[in-house]
């Protein structure tokens, strides 16, 4: 019987780990399937990420990408409590910032902000939380 309980008590543990998130050393709570594989993890719902490439992209917190055709950034959304995001695109020094809301993982800039290559580009991805703004990533 004591075998019994300890694996309902494994099984039940491991459940309430892939429902409710992981949470972080900052007490933040993470989303499990953004912290594994990068190359398993869907950017955005519409935008067709095509930077960087699934195999370089970088794992911080969370992940984003950019896709051209049309210009878009999307990310992975990792916070529970967020209210919204603020994304930042970088290119040739001119920098154009744009707010979401909450639950929202891609955002597509106005085409006249927009560029057509990733030569002098930065994207910054940060989530606005009850403790301060966190950044998703950046490249």
């Not at 099984?11 to 594989?37: E, K, Q, W």
């Not at 990068?38 to 519409?46: I, S």
């Not at 970088?58 to 992975?76: H, L, M, S, Y």
Request: include cysteine; charge should be neutral; charged fraction near 20%.
């Amino acid at each position: 019987m004591v075998k019994r309980s300890s694996l309902l008590l494994v099984l039940i543990s491991a459940a309430a780990v892939v429902f409710a998130g992981c949470t972080g050393r900052s007490g933040t709570s993470v989303n499990p399937i953004a912290t594994l594989d990068p190359a398993n993890v869907r950017l955005g719902m519409t935008c067709a990420v095509e930077f960087p490439p699934v195999d370089t992209r970088r794992t911080g917190r969370g992940i984003i990408g950019v896709g051209f055709e049309p210009f878009c950034v999307a990310w992975t959304d990792i916070f529970q409590d967020e209210t919204g995001y603020r994304i930042t695109v970088t290119v040739e020094n001119q920098r154009h910032t744009y707010r979401v809301a909450a639950d929202t993982n891609e955002y597509y800039p106005p085409t006249s902000e927009s560029p057509s290559s990733i030569r002098n580009l930065a994207v910054m991805v940060f989530a606005q939380t009850p403790r301060g703004e966190e950044q998703v990533n950046s490249f």
